[in-house]
């Protein structure tokens, strides 16, 4: 497996290929997710490739970029275990060169749901991506479905600007209990770890919350038992139609999915299901 951190060894070996390119975006600290997007690549394509880069332009502030995990040995073993070709590793610098002003940001839905409550996130996420799609020219690139909007805004930004790379939305994987893994979940203690797999279970009870109900009732409702059983923060939880994050007006005739972000202590989860 080769590692590159030079944009000139880069293009040498991409300029190099012919047949198609699978590609895996990460910042790191992998888990079982991520490398089920990097067996998921390795069936469709010749060539698999992974990135490794925290970026920092998509964490705030009061965010956790100091705290982010870092190790890129071990990511590159585990990539390796699963047969990735080449990782991709820039630094800061070539990611953003002294000077850098261009920042790529989609109107809409990125300014719902997460970009409500993380207001500079997405233009983070969409410009270093398109940064990253430009480097590496992948036939097709592979996201999970946890980070649910944005895999819907990457698609979006991949259209509108007539971006040669097909994007694949890959299932949530979780834990045995129904936890989504997330790089975060190193930061919860046993105890929280026993809360946080209560999430997926309560979204999982939307449908009949909503049709007993109606939809803001059945969101609230959601929202009051994740406090009641742990949570200390809700950002939201939200029932929203699934292409476009729009309010739902018919559960019964459009395809929905209910989304949640919320705090256990100092440690934001995210996740989301099928309604």
């Known amino acids: ?80 275990s699963v047969g990735v070709d080449v990782v991709w590793a820039p630094t800061k610098d070539i990611m953003y060169p002294q000077g850098f002003v261009t920042t790529v940001h989609l109107d809409g839905i990125s300014q719902v749901l997460e970009g409500e409550f993380r207001p500079t996130h997405f233009d983070g996420v969409t410009t270093v991506v398109s940064k990253l799609f430009g480097q590496v020219r992948p036939t097709r690139s592979y996201f999970g479905e946890k980070d649910y909007q944005q895999l819907q805004i990457i698609k979006r930004m991949t259209t509108d600007l007539n971006i040669q790379t097909e994007i694949i939305g890959c299932p949530i994987v979780r834990d045995d209990e129904g936890l989504a893994l997330s790089s975060r979940n190193a930061y919860l203690s046993d105890e929280e770890i026993k809360i946080a797999r209560q999430l997926n279970v309560l979204l999982k009870s939307a449908k009949s919350r909503a049709q007993n109900s109606n939809i803001k009732e059945a969101e609230k409702s959601i929202a009051d038992e994740l406090l009641k059983i742990g949570f200390n923060k809700i950002d939201y939880v939200a029932i929203r139609n699934a292409e476009n994050l729009k309010s739902v007006q018919n559960l019964d005739t459009e395809n929905v999915r209910i989304l949640a972000a919320a705090f256990l202590n100092k440690t934001r989860l995210i996740d989301n299901t099928e309604v």
């Open 1 to 80: 497996m080769k590692i590159f951190k030079t944009l000139d060894d880069l293009n040498l070996w991409r300029d190099s290929i012919t047949d198609s390119v699978g590609f895996v975006p990460t910042m790191g600290a992998l888990h079982e997710g991520h490398l089920s997007l990097c067996e998921k690549a390795k069936k469709d394509n010749k060539t698999v490739m992974a990135s490794v880069f925290v970026n920092p332009t998509q964490f705030a502030p009061h965010e956790d970029f100091d705290a982010y995990p870092r190790n890129l040995e071990k990511d590159a073993e585990l990539l390796k």
